[in-house]
């Protein structure tokens, strides 16, 4: 039987306001939930300051690991927006302007230094496709690697329009499991478990609810038999705890 084929991502979040926690990244959250949707399983992602060493060095090792990298931030107008130009670096090509964001960019009137500084988001590595943008100007994309906006409402836009355009791969599917048992009580049989099935990727994730201390069993994987076996075998090892655990949500 041919093994399914998994396409992976890395993401790559870029901007010193992430780093100082000014702001708070939700980017990542929602580009692994819609990936894995599309089947294509984020296995990586980094944050790095606006240095271009730093960003064309992630870059390059990145996208040599994975089949796609996702980048978000860092191609507005102003001075230290410099992903467009640490992408182009790490291509080896030069950063030209692209008259189709261009188009965008002037077709909002702005005094001639304003224009001057909106401009700088049509530049783009030389051959670079572009990625739609309702709201504004467009994100690029070049080799496998796809630049978007660091606003998640504008990103979230960019991501939808490559619907249909990425190569797919298996789906990863999950089971979980709560039950107000400690990860101490359930850490050795549910190691057992993981053993037992070694194509899912077993985690438990504590929790404290309403005065109680908690823990949610997550299963993960493409094989929907394999998961079904494993969770009945997690509420059995929970059962043999005295405890009654709550039932499957499958996802």
Not at 79 to 103: K, Q, Y
Not at 134 to 158: D, K, S, W
Request: hydrophobic content about 40%; glycine content about 10%; aromatic content about 4%.
């Amino acid at each position: 039987m041919t093994e399914p084929k998994r396409v992976t991502a890395a993401v790559l979040i870029i901007g010193n306001e992430i780093l100082s926690g000014r702001t708070q990244d939700t980017n990542l959250a929602h580009l692994a939930r819609t990936l894995n949707g599309w089947g294509i399983q984020v296995r990586e992602a980094r944050v790095v300051p606006d240095l271009e060493a730093e960003i064309v060095e992630a870059v390059n090792t990145l996208r040599a690991r994975h089949d796609y990298l996702f980048t978000t931030g860092g191609i507005g107008p102003t001075h230290d927006d410099i992903t467009a130009g640490c992408i182009a670096s790490a291509f080896g090509v030069e950063l030209v302007l692209d008259e189709r964001i261009a188009a965008v960019v002037r077709s909002r009137p702005s005094p001639p230094e304003v224009m001057a500084a909106r401009l700088r988001m049509a530049q783009v590595p030389r051959g670079a496709g572009l990625i739609d943008n309702p709201q504004g100007p467009p994100g690029f994309c070049i080799g496998n690697v796809y630049v978007m906006a660091g606003i998640p409402r504008i990103m979230q836009q960019m991501l939808a329009s490559l619907e249909g355009r990425l190569e797919r791969g298996v789906v990863l599917r999950s089971r979980s499991i709560t039950a107000y048992v400690s990860e101490g009580q359930i850490a050795q049989g549910l190691g057992a478990i993981q053993q037992r099935h070694p194509q899912l990727d077993v985690g438990s994730y504590p929790f404290h609810r309403d005065g109680r201390y908690g823990t949610t069993l997550v299963l993960r994987g493409s094989d929907e038999a394999a998961l079904d076996t494993a969770a009945a075998e997690v509420q059995a090892l929970v059962r043999t705890l005295g405890v009654e655990p709550e039932d499957i949500v499958a996802g």
